[in-house]
Antibody
Framework: EVRLVESGGGLVQPGGSLKLSCGAS????????MSWVRQAPGKGLEWVSI???????YHAGSVKGRFSISRDTSNNTVFLQMNGLSADDTAIYFC?????????????WGRGTLVTVSS | AIRMTQSPSSLSASIGDRVSITCRAS??????LAWYQQKPGKAPKLLIF???TLQTGVPSRFSGSGSGTDFTLTISSLESEDFATYYC?????????FGQGTQVQVK
């Protein structure tokens, strides 16, 4: 059974840093793309970052230079390092999986972890 | 970056109604388009991918159509569990993007 479990969210001050983790089970993260999608309170979905099976990474313009996606293949875990946080980064952060063999649609989502940026 | 625009932003409907939601891309995305359903406090759920392919386990009252820049999600006969927010998403480019969402409410 495929499972994605996020952790690492919490309250952080403006300008601070936080590292989110996504533990995956039921498949290998190297066989597909893994991505982070966020949702600010009462708002829509915003794609944040993606890491391809081969390791290439891309980030949305709103977080480029501040956020970094990475992975630990031995522990089947994906990370999102977030630096220079501002109130605009307050959101639930979902870990998602692109369907293996698919073209990029996200077939599994975690339950999300809440990041609150406030002083 | 490709921008996705959904219409309407919200709609009111009754059980049994046929409901259609439109998604327009700022440039062509072929059929690299998915639809998701999200209920309050829950993660989004994949309904349709590649513009018209129904995800396993999704009821057949959901259907998708379109290619290029214009896409439609249709619910043929609305059921109570379908009241939710729906999002389209393009994956034609490596900068994935979602529409702003369409909330389907009880009339």
């Amino acid at each position: 059974e495929v499972r994605l479990v996020e952790s690492g969210g919490g309250l952080v001050q403006p300008g601070g840093s936080l590292k989110l983790s996504c533990g995956a089970s039921g498949f290998s993260i190297t066989t597909t793309y893994m991505s982070w999608v966020r949702q600010a309170p009462g708002k829509g979905l915003e794609w944040v970052s993606i890491i391809y099976g081969g390791g290439a990474t891309y980030h949305a313009g709103s977080v480029k230079g501040r956020f970094s996606i990475s992975r630990d293949t031995s522990n089947n875990t994906v990370f999102l390092q977030m630096n220079g946080l501002s109130a605009d980064d307050t959101a639930i952060y979902f870990c998602t999986r692109a369907a293996p063999g698919g073209l990029g649609h996200f077939d599994y989502w975690g339950r999300g972890t809440l990041v609150t940026v406030s002083s | 970056a490709i921008r996705m625009t959904q219409s309407p932003s919200s709609l009111s409907a009754s059980i049994g109604d046929r409901v259609s939601i439109t998604c327009r891309a700022s440039q062509g995305v072929s059929t690299y388009l998915a639809w998701y359903q999200q209920k309050p406090g829950k993660a989004p759920k994949l309904l349709i991918f590649d513009a018209s392919t129904l995800q396993t386990g999704v009821p057949s009252r959901f259907s998708g159509s379109g290619s290029g820049t214009d896409f439609t999600l249709t619910i043929s006969s609305l059921e109570s569990e379908d009241f939710a927010t729906y999002y389209c998403q393009q994956y034609f480019t490596y900068l994935w993007a979602f529409g702003q969402g369409t909330q389907v409410q009880v009339k």
